[in-house]
């Protein structure tokens, strides 16, 4: 189903540790809407799509949405590097450390794990897939948000691939939506 190439979609190559951004910037795997529950969502709803054109489409994106779980992983990971435990004590990640120590771990920014209540999955085509376009717009406006907290060019770079990326599958949901609903007026 699969062909994994063992490189990132979009290279992560962060000079600067700054664990108060990873902290931030954490919420992209584990959050509400964060990559993790785009993949799993996308996954899920592939199996009620009434053609293999929509069932491609979810499959598509569910995995592009791991493959940017990779580069938020490299991101978090990159920006604790070399993070001192009273570093992240500091900016409130001691709880986590206790449990993770350096490991990437999906969360939100406040530290709560990821919950499977996060991705919907109705069973009805057109329900989901307006789940999915507001998926999307709330993920690209998680990365606007988490750009604003930043001036950091190797920051910013891959959160600026990772919201077009959002956009573009919000524009592949509508397109699918907007093919079902013309379908259902027939």
Known sequence: ???YEKKLQFPVNIKNKNVKMAKY???????????????LRYLNQRYTMPDDYGKSELTDIATEEFAHMEIISAMVYQLLEGASVKELEKEGLA??????????YPMNADGIPF???????????IADIMEDMAAEQKARATY??????????????PLSFLRQREIIHFERFKRLYEMYENKKKK
Not at 115 to 122: D, L
């Open 1 to 3: 189903m699969w062909k």
């Open 25 to 39: 910037i954490i919420t992209q795997t584990g959050g509400p809407n964060g990559e993790l529950g785009a993949a």
């Open 95 to 104: 709880s986590w450390y206790t449990e993770h120590k350096n490991a990437v």
């Open 115 to 125: 919950n499977a209540a996060y991705f919907a999955v109705t069973g009805d085509p």
């Open 144 to 157: 606007e948000n988490l750009m604003d907290l930043t001036d950091d060019k190797d920051i910013l770079s």
